[in-house]
C-alpha cells in the first residue's frame, strides 16, 4: 500500500478513489470477457455500449438536448484551439477572444494560423489582483463567427461569475471547470474540455457543439478533427482513445453516484470557502484575484514571506500535501481542488496551512 497523500495535482489530477479502484478491478477481465477493456475492439458490441452509455451520463449530467452533438476527440484541450477555428472560421474570418488568462491567450496564439484573432478584452488588474473587466467594456467586432473565452482559468486561478451574452455564436474551453458547477448548456454553442481535470485521463477532449454548426469545416481539416465528420461516425471515425473513454464513464457514474452537478457543486463551495478563509484571515497568505472572480478549481495562493516557499513545499510534502507549486509563470502555491479532491482534503491543507503559519509566522 501507498502511503495516504492528497494530490492537488492542476492536471492530469487526482481522480475519485472508488473510480481507480473499480478499474483496477476490473482491469485484467473487463465485463467478463477474459480480457481488459483496453484490449478489446472499439467495433465490438460491448465497447459500443458502453461508449453509448458514456455519453447518455454525460448527457444527462448537463442536462444536453438533442440539438447538441457530443464528442469524444483526441488531442486534449489544446487540440481544440486549432480545431475550433478549422471548423466554424471561415477564411478571412474573424474569432472574437477574451483574454482572462494563460490558456484564453494560448487559444488566440493557435486562432491566427487560421485567421483574424481579435482581442476583445484582456487581463485587467484592480489595486494589483486580477480580474475580469465587465462584459460592457468588451470591444466585440461587428462580423464575429464566434467568441472564444475560458470560463476557469486553470493557471491564474481567475473564474467567470457570469456567461457572457453574445450575438456570435459562444465557445468556451471548461477544460478546467466543466461538471464542477451547474451550467445551461443552451447559454453556449461550443463546450469543449480536455478531461484530464474533471473527467479521466489525458489525450481525450470532450466537445459539446450545436449541430447547425457542424459542417462547415475548411476543405484541409484532418478527418479526425472535423466534427461533422466525427459526428457521423460517433466519434469512431479512427481509433478512439478507448481506455480514455471508459474511464470518463466510470466518473461520469460516479458523479451521478454522487448526486450529479448540483450536489458536488456544493461541495465544490464549501471546499473553496474553507479554503480562501484561510488565505484571507491572517497576516500569512494573501491571494491576488478579486473575490468575485475566484476559481473554485484552482486556487493560487501566496505566502507574504516568499523565502518560505522551498520549506512550505516541503514540510507539505512531509504531510502528505503534494503537488501545491504554483504554474512557473505566475509562481506562488496553486491547490487545485476539483471534482475527485474530497472535503477531508482541503481540511487537511489549511490545518497544514495554519500549523505552518503559527510556526514560521
Ligand atoms: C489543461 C488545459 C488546457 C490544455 O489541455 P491539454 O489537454 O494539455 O491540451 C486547455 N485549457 C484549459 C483551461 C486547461 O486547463
Redesign the pocket.
Given at each position: 500500500m501507498t502511503n495516504k497523500i492528497y494530490n492537488f495535482c492542476?492536471?492530469p489530477a487526482m481522480l475519485p478513489a472508488a473510480v481507480m479502484q473499480q478499474a483496477q478491478e476490473e482491469f485484467l477481465n473487463w465485463q467478463g470477457l477474459g480480457c481488459s477493456v483496453m484490449e478489446v475492439s472499439h467495433r465490438s458490441p460491448e465497447y459500443i455500449a458502453m461508449a453509448a452509455e458514456a455519453e447518455a451520463d454525460l448527457r444527462d449530467l448537463l442536462n444536453i438536448s438533442d440539438d447538441y452533438a457530443v464528442l469524444f476527440m483526441h488531442?486534449?484541450?489544446?487540440?481544440q484551439?486549432c480545431s475550433i477555428p478549422m471548423n466554424l472560421l471561415p477564411e478571412g474570418g474573424v474569432a472574437d477572444h477574451v483574454i482572462t488568462g494563460a490558456?484564453s491567450e494560448?487559444?488566440v496564439a493557435e486562432c491566427k494560423k487560421y485567421g483574424q484573432a481579435n482581442i476583445i478584452s484582456n487581463v485587467t488588474y484592480v489595486d494589483g489582483k486580477k480580474t475580469i473587466a465587465p462584459q460592457s467594456e468588451w470591444q466585440f467586432s461587428s462580423d464575429a463567427s464566434y467568441v472564444h473565452y475560458?470560463p476557469?482559468?486553470?493557471v491564474d486561478g481567475v473564474e467567470f461569475d457570469f456567461v457572457p451574452k453574445t450575438d456570435a455564436p459562444l465557445v468556451a474551453?471548461?477544460?478546467?471547470c466543466i461538471l464542477s458547477r451547474e451550467i445551461n448548456v443552451n447559454d453556449y454553442d461550443l463546450i469543449y474540455a480536455?478531461?484530464?481535470?474533471n473527467i479521466g485521463p489525458?489525450?481525450l477532449?470532450i466537445v459539446i457543439v450545436r449541430k447547425s454548426l457542424l459542417g462547415k469545416a475548411r476543405g484541409y481539416t484532418p478527418s479526425i478533427f472535423d466534427y461533422q465528420q466525427q459526428e457521423s461516425f460517433d466519434s469512431m471515425l479512427n481509433t478512439p482513445p478507448t481506455y480514455a473513454w471508459y474511464l470518463a464513464g466510470l466518473v461520469f457514474k460516479w458523479l451521478k453516484a454522487q448526486g450529479g452537478v448540483a450536489a458536488i457543486e456544493k461541495q465544490n463551495i464549501a471546499k473553496a470557502e474553507l479554503l480562501y478563509d484561510v488565505i484571507d484571515n491572517g497576516e500569512f497568505y494573501e491571494s491576488r484575484v478579486v473575490k468575485a472572480h475566484r476559481s473554485r478549481m484552482n486556487v493560487p495562493f501566496y505566502l507574504k514571506n516568499e523565502s518560505l516557499n522551498d520549506l512550505f513545499l516541503k514540510e507539505a510534502k512531509q504531510a502528505g500535501l503534494v503537488a501545491l507549486k504554483g504554474h512557473r509563470s505566475v509562481g506562488g502555491m496553486r491547490a487545485s481542488i476539483y471534482n475527485a479532491m474530497p472535503y477531508e482534503g482541503v481540511k487537511a491543507l489549511t490545518d497544514f496551512m495554519l500549523d505552518f503559519a503559527k510556526k514560521h509566522g
Open positions: 492542476a492536471g488531442a486534449g484541450g489544446r487540440g484551439f490558456w494560448g487559444a475560458c476557469n482559468e486553470t474551453d471548461m477544460s478546467s480536455g478531461a484530464q481535470k489525458s489525450g477532449a
